[in-house]
């Protein structure tokens, strides 16, 4: 199968999120199963050499335009996000489908992420109807975060070179405005989330953001396959990042790992206090706001907790007050900061994401090769990947349930049989690339069916 795989940040060219993971690592996998795949993304500055090929014969293709791609930031600065997006993105989406004519690639599959490349679908099904050269491609469209949506005034639409006739309820308009996150989801063959379960969410009004009813409408062509982790960065037995490897048949590196990661972060030395470790943007729908209702009591208690991550002020101040309150109990590392991410994922005991929702989610993945176990809400990818042999879930989004999760994960530690059992569940966990790449295969080979 020929696949092109356009999006607008891919590893290791360009990252602001988990996106970039995803189309870094898809593609490799993809080869490797047999199958023929390019890259197509913006030519940012930061991308010094604009020819590449990755894994064994990956094409990458940069759409260049210094005016739209020659900025410091992706899609955005310290003000906020351009506000040249629409016709930043409408462009990469023009020439992506203008480069396959180019150099004579016709994909079996165009497979698109997120509203930055909405459009070529939308293009595909209008201003390309007609064009033998994309009679029989077929496109995927992939939503990592409903969230976004690419959301612009009703008096950009001219710039996106459609007839008028787009901007209606059915298609591209949304409440009065531009929405390029819908029209990927009205003219894609087939939509796919990033795990099964927020497939199935994001057709409820609680996490819908207003598409729901869209998406209830092609809910026949929409499914949820969830992202793998790349166990080549991944894993305990190889990680050069940690101070001691450890695996499945010899996990003694970790209780080392746990001396170093207190000793780091300030935190008394002692390996029968569980540990607490947090790798998070600090925002309200990562939990945060719940993590703040019950920080003092957990402070009290007996454990220790790392915080690692950024985001909003308030929460940024609020830690603050707390690290300084309890400096014993509490490490707050305000940044971003590859290294202690990978050193929190293996020195701790406990790993905690209680977002309130969380389309795939990587933490908890990561965490479960660390053998460090999770403790999450039921929702998205959590829901999907994290059960009671080698995590702690709860099904209420309240302060009461997440302090009762967190008691039962206290009470299991202290249980070194129980907790070594969780430990070896959570190391035996499968969330590679290869098996998410074949049900995205199978998701390619459904594209082509009839609807």
Not at 224 to 250: C, E, F, H, M, Q
Not at 307 to 319: A, N, Q, R
Not at 382 to 411: C, I, P, Q, W
């Amino acid at each position: 199968m020929k696949i092109a795989i356009c999006a607008s940040e891919v590893v290791p060219f360009a990252k602001t999120g988990g996106l970039a993971d995803v189309t870094g690592a898809l593609p490799f996998t993809l080869e490797a199963l047999g199958h023929e795949v390019i890259i197509i993304m913006p030519g940012y500055k930061q991308i010094p050499d604009k020819k590449s090929v990755i894994g064994k014969n990956i094409r990458v293709y940069f759409i260049e335009n210094d005016a739209y791609f020659g900025r410091d930031g992706l899609y955005g600065d310290k003000k906020g996000d351009y506000k040249d997006n629409l016709k930043r993105f409408s462009y990469y989406c023009k020439e992506s489908l203008k480069l396959l004519k180019e150099i004579g690639f016709t994909p079996d599959i165009i497979h698109c992420h997120d509203w930055q490349s909405a459009l070529i679908p939308v293009y595909m099904k209008t201003i390309y109807a007609n064009d033998p050269f994309y009679r029989g491609v077929k496109t995927v469209f992939t939503i990592h975060n409903l969230g976004y949506q690419g959301l612009f005034p009703k008096e950009e639409f001219p710039e996106l070179g459609l007839d008028w006739k787009y901007f209606d309820v059915d298609t591209l308009e949304f409440f009065g405005r531009v929405n390029l996150l819908k029209g990927g989801i009205v003219f894609s063959d087939l939509i796919n989330t990033v795990s099964p379960t927020y497939s199935k969410e994001i057709q409820t009004k609680e996490l819908g953001f207003g598409l729901e009813g869209v998406l209830t409408k092609r809910r026949n062509r929409l499914f949820g396959v969830l992202n793998g982790i790349d166990y080549s960065i991944w894993n305990p037995a190889t990680d050069k990042i940690i101070p001691a490897g450890y695996s499945l048949s010899d996990m003694n590196g970790k209780m080392e790992d746990k001396k170093q990661l207190q000793q780091l972060c300030g935190l008394p030395l002692n390996k029968d206090i569980p540990l607490l470790g947090i790798v998070s943007r600090l925002a309200e729908a990562k939990g945060f706001d719940l993590l703040a209702q019950i920080m003092d009591t957990l402070c009290k208690m007996d454990l220790q907790i790392v915080i690692l991550g950024t985001g909003d002020l308030k929460y940024h101040k609020l830690l603050s007050d707390v690290a300084k309150k309890y400096s014993r109990v509490m490490s707050l590392q305000l940044k971003f900061d590859d290294a202690l991410a990978h050193k929190i994922y293996a020195g701790a005991d406990i790993f905690l994401m209680p977002s309130s929702y969380e389309p795939c989610g990587l933490g908890q993945l990561i965490s479960l090769r660390y053998a460090t176990i999770p403790v999450v809400f039921k929702t998205g990818g959590l829901a999907d990947t994290v059960n009671a042999s080698h995590g702690f879930v709860f099904k209420r989004y309240k302060k009461e349930d997440l302090m009762h999760s967190l008691k039962s994960a206290l009470k299991a530690f202290s249980d070194k049989d129980k907790w070594n059992k969780l430990m070896v569940n959570a190391m035996k966990c499968d969330f590679s690339w290869e098996e998410s790449a074949r049900e995205y295969v199978r998701l390619y080979e459904e594209a082509g069916k009839p609807e």
